[in-house]
């Protein structure tokens, strides 16, 4: 509450025969400046735990529950990461029981968790800070890093045994989110969708039947149109959606322990609300966040932390990688509606908590509600879910279809050539060439496809080994809302832009000239390696969910796939080649 850590997390670790418990904190400037505020308040939630007569049965009780239930329904990853799993734990756990020695938790004692409390003592512990200014008298020697090493001193550590909890700290309450019905709902919308169309939107329910867990998701977009109209608004649905996070932070735990992933995002459409985990609890999550969305429910000093971290971010964008920049400078070229890291800067200086609360009023007042659900769910569940929300924000009206952000891109003129330089804080250069053609039909898809196989081979041999411009040689294709795109990407302390973007357009003269060199048998089997990315079955539960997210929500239709893999297996070589020089 008083902002001085944004993220925590804790866990032991096993070092040797011995083991440590770590405590990980992401500090604000506030949190910086009162280390000794911040250590007290550990070390005084340590002593209270310390002082209780036992650890409550049901904090011991969750967690070996979750563990049972987690190993019952886990997926294994890929085949060679799981052999490399189970090869690095067998030397410690029994072959003949070896998942359930690895993930089970045995039951603890009142003594040995009494053991380790006892051992949670400032004489036992050490305190890491890593922060810009801080002074220091020493230099590593391989890194040649700055540090300083303090002891904590008598008078601190004496103050941190006697530190006493934060007000309104202490053992978690029994779990609601934790699952407790497991069984599979009948399957009748694999194939075919459930639509629940209603006066602000509609839902969507696709059933899984390629894992058959009792898991499920539920992706809820509530469009305005108030993000995507200025910088300013955009800039305050990030704050709400940080916002929300924030307020929704004292129950992140419970919500991690039961096995639940839930998250809200602001984006140029909307607002959008995730869950994702064990169904049983799943559609009652829209009732819980509900408070969090419909009111502000930070104060100002929370609110200065959310402003600062988002502050930083900007700022720091002009840090990040010459690659990552250049698609961001095509993403502002490119977009019908975008704001440029400095135009959110700019629109975030002056805004207050206040104009926050008048942004959560607005931005329910009209709304366009698109709900998708994937996985163990019922009808019921999800129009109980969707119903629970809407009637929660409570929308003016209803969001005419002109109103909803449509994620348009501008269309550049045939034969148009334009060329757009940024300066980058950075010893490389980077040269990025585009290539933008027609909204493109199924078929043109799947030209594009095999373009994106068989370019990048030729590309990165030419670009990187044999003219060895730069270490970051990359080149493919791909569509923003049914328009294709070619790139090609090199970035180069050696070349100039200029001369980079003369061998990009000489290669891709060779590649086209070229193509006629490829015989059938060829293309085949290029064409058969796109087949064999869009074909490849998901492996986790996440993956599918997200393949078929996209599909609701991008392609708009659940059969994309299907449709794509019958164009890819209809093109022909000659088709293709036509397609490609077009």
């Not at 070996?64 to 890929?78: C, N, T, Y």
């Not at 999800?382 to 005419?400: E, H, K, M, S, Y």
């Amino acid at each position: 509450d008083d902002g001085l850590a944004t993220a925590l997390s804790a866990g032991g670790e096993q070092v040797g025969e011995h083991g440590t418990f770590n405590l990980t904190l992401t500090l604000t400037p506030a949190g910086t400046a009162a280390l000794d505020t911040v250590l007290e308040r550990i070390f005084g939630m340590i002593n209270h735990l310390r002082s209780l007569p036992e650890m409550p049965a049901h904090v011991l009780e969750q967690r070996s529950r979750m563990a049972e239930v987690e190993l019952r329904f886990r997926e294994p990853g890929p085949a060679f990461d799981e052999a490399r799993f189970r090869a690095a734990v067998m030397p410690d756990h029994p072959a003949d029981d070896l998942l359930r020695s690895v993930f089970l938790i045995p039951e603890p004692s009142q003594e040995a968790i009494r053991t380790v409390l006892d051992a949670l003592t400032p004489e036992n512990a050490v305190v890491l800070m890593a922060a810009k200014d801080r002074e220091t008298d020493r230099v590593e020697r391989f890194y040649r890093a700055g540090y300083r090493v303090t002891p904590l001193g008598a008078d601190r550590i004496a103050r941190l045994h006697d530190a006493l909890p934060p007000e309104g700290m202490g053992v978690p309450a029994p779990n609601p989110f934790l699952p407790t019905d497991f069984d599979l709902v009948a399957t009748d919308h694999a194939e075919s969708p459930w639509v629940h169309r209603f006066e602000h939107g509609e839902a969507w329910l696709r059933h899984d039947t390629l894992f058959s867990r009792p898991k499920a998701a539920l992706e809820i977009v509530v469009f305005n149109d108030d993000n995507w109209r200025s910088a300013r608004d955009f800039v305050l649905g990030e704050l709400y959606a940080g916002a929300v996070t924030l307020a929704m932070n004292p129950h992140s735990y419970p919500l991690a322990e039961a096995g639940v992933e839930l998250g809200v995002a602001s984006e140029r459409r909307g607002i959008t609300v995730t869950a994702s985990g064990f169904s049983d609890k799943l559609p009652d999550l829209t009732g819980f966040v509900l408070p969090f969305l419909t009111e502000v429910r930070i104060d100002a000093a929370q609110f200065a932390v959310l402003k600062a971290d988002m502050q930083r971010r900007l700022a720091n964008f002009g840090r990040q990688a010459p690659s990552a920049q250049s698609f961001e400078v095509f993403r502002e070229l490119i977009r019908e509606v975008h704001f440029t890291p400095a135009q959110q800067a700019a629109a975030l200086e002056p805004l207050t908590r206040n104009d926050l609360v008048d942004y959560v009023r607005r931005a329910h007042d009209a709304v366009h509600v698109r709900a998708f659900a994937y996985g163990n769910l019922t009808e019921g569940a999800v129009r109980q879910a969707v119903d629970t929300l809407v009637a929660g924000i409570a929308p003016g009206r209803a969001l005419t279809e002109a109103e909803r952000y449509d994620g348009r891109v501008i269309l550049l003129r045939k034969g148009a050539d334009a060329i757009v330089r940024r300066p980058v804080d950075a010893p490389d250069s980077i040269t990025l060439l585009l290539i933008q053609g027609e909204p493109a039909s199924r078929e043109e898809r799947a030209a594009l496809a095999v373009v994106s196989k068989s370019l990048p081979p030729g590309f990165y041999g030419d670009l990187r080994t044999l003219q060895q411009t730069g270490y970051i040689v990359q080149s493919g294709a791909f569509e923003i809302e049914g328009v294709p795109h070619v790139f090609l990407l090199s970035q180069s302390s050696v070349v100039p832009t200029d001369s980079l973007r003369g061998r990009f357009m000489a290669h891709l003269a060779h590649y086209l000239d070229d193509l006629d060199e490829i015989s059938d048998d060829e293309f085949k089997a290029i064409r058969e390696a796109a087949i064999a990315d869009l074909s490849k079955k998901s492996t986790t539960f996440a993956e599918e969910l997200a393949r078929n997210t996209r599909l609701a929500f991008e392609a708009r239709d659940l059969d994309d796939t299907e449709k794509q893999l019958a164009a890819l297996g209809a093109l022909t070589r000659e088709r293709w080649i036509a397609l490609t020089r077009k």
